[in-house]
């Protein structure tokens, strides 16, 4: 992650392999994070470091993603806001326990 936010800070991209998933950082994309299931990974965009506890709400939602989701082989909307909802709730209880 350190390498992660050292890309941020010099707006540079950045892709890196954490316990296998892929994470990507780019600075121009235009929202927190993205789930990439193909890569089994996700790209984190500049939001995603506009504070800590944004950082660990944006990992938190794209891990529970990559691993509940069935939207791998295709995707409603009413899916993918299920999913999105699920995942944002995920992500707020467990941010609530980290330090």
Do not use: C, D, K
Not at 17 to 27: A, C
């Amino acid at each position: 992650m350190a390498e992660l936010a050292a890309a941020h800070g010099a707006g540079e991209s950045l892709t890196v392999n954490v316990g296998g998933r892929m994470i990507q950082y780019e600075p121009g994309l235009p929202a927190s994070g993205m789930t990439v299931f193909g890569e089994n990974g996700f790209v984190l965009g500049r939001e995603a470091f506009s504070t800590n506890a944004e950082l660990n709400m944006t990992v938190l939602h794209e891990l529970y993603r990559l691993t509940f989701s069935e939207a791998a082989g295709g995707v409603s909307g009413q899916l993918a806001a299920q999913e999105t909802q699920a995942a944002a709730s995920f992500a707020a209880r467990a941010a609530g326990q980290l330090p």
